[in-house]
């Protein structure tokens, strides 16, 4: 049994600022500030996209390795919850790029054609652009992370697997994750002459092995050796110090990348002591609202700094600290909205209608035999 509670609030809240981290990182260029030339951590905003993926890991092995373990875990039904979670989005963000794209051709404002290939649409529609399908950013450049998350959930019955044969051996399975990245950190520095970390459009999927499974292992790892309360601490502020330093001063990816896993495990575990007391707050909201913010913050700021620039006339090339606030503040609205009207709503209409289907055709099984 887990050690952790059900709801691990600090981890959603972390989602938040991984997610802020990845719009200041595509938002900086351009700020009239050059914050790049005082710190190098608004540049390494890419990471908190390994954030995430150890993150994954981490939650869906709380939420799904005892039932695996008790003989209880549907795959069909995970499948059914994963794509309801994801797609409806990830759609709807497509959609909003191609009416942008038209709307900006019905206007006369320039756009470059060549950053929407039709070509690479069908292996957007189906969430494997980021398998080596499609190596361009055109159809909402983040997406690629969501489809390399969706090769992650096809692929969590073997992750399941491994972690239920390595689970009086966590360390063990620690040390397979890391191993497995510095492997394909060598597979991909061959192929393509950067580290794992710079895997985006090209192959991301190679990026999510290895970290996904990272955040099962540092799961089982806190299973098996639960930290106290002051240890969790001391361990999360050691930990965000190191980070943030190995940020600022862009330390080797790989490095950074896999320093994001304490930060997970002392957060849950100080989670764990604090299970029972009050825990929502609005940057739990949030973190619950952070995967629109990921996946609307390119396509909102595109279309609201072309609008701007481009048809109002109210900026040139850069834009201002307060402007970009601003912007900031109708994107966090524009996510929430998005969250509220779109995402819990089709989220809750497909689990419905994909589970009265699959109980239906095994209904239809059952009377067959």
Known sequence: MSVYPADLPSLTRLR???????????????????????????????????LFFILSGFVLAHVYVAAREQGKFDFAKFIIARFARIYPLHLATIV?????????????VPFERE????????????????????????????????SAEWFAYLAFPA???????????????????????????????????????????????????????????????????????VTAGFVFGASLIIYVTAAHLAWDDRVIA?????????????????????????????????????????????????????VMGVIDETISTMSLLALLAAMLAASSLTYEWLEKPSRRAIRRWGNARLMARRGNSETTR
Do not use: C
Request: hydrophobic share 60%; proline share 7%; no cysteine.
């Open 258 to 310: 896999l320093l994001g896993a304490p930060i997970v495990l002392s957060l849950a575990e100080l989670d764990r002591h604090a299970a029972g007391t009050p825990k929502q707050d609005p940057v739990r909201y949030l973190g619950e609202i952070s995967y629109a913010i990921y996946m609307l913050h390119v396509p909102f700021f595109m279309i609201a700094f072309n609008l701007l620039q481009d």
């Open 115 to 146: 950053e929407f290939p039709i070509a690479d649409l069908p292996a957007n529609l189906l969430m494997i652009h980021a398998w080596g399908f499609a190596p361009n950013p055109g159809w909402n450049a983040p997406s690629w992370s969501i």
């Open 159 to 229: 992750y399941l697997m491994i972690a239920i044969a390595l689970a009086r051996r966590p360390l063990a399975l620690v040390t397979i994750a890391i191993v497995a990245f510095l492997v394909l950190d060598l597979v991909h520095r061959s192929l393509f002459g950067e580290s794992l970390p710079m895997a985006t459009e090209r192959f991301g999927v190679l990026r999510i092995i290895p970290e996904f499974l990272l955040g099962i292992a540092i799961y089982r790892l806190g299973n098996r050796y639960p930290l106290g309360r």
């Open 16 to 50: 938040f600022f991984a997610a802020l981290w990845v719009v200041f990182y595509h938002w900086r260029v351009p700020w009239t500030v050059d914050i790049d030339s005082v710190t190098a951590f608004f540049a390494m905003g890419r990471f908190g996209v390994d």
């Open 96 to 108: 909003l790029l191609a009416l942008a794209a038209f709307g900006a051709w019905i206007v006369g």
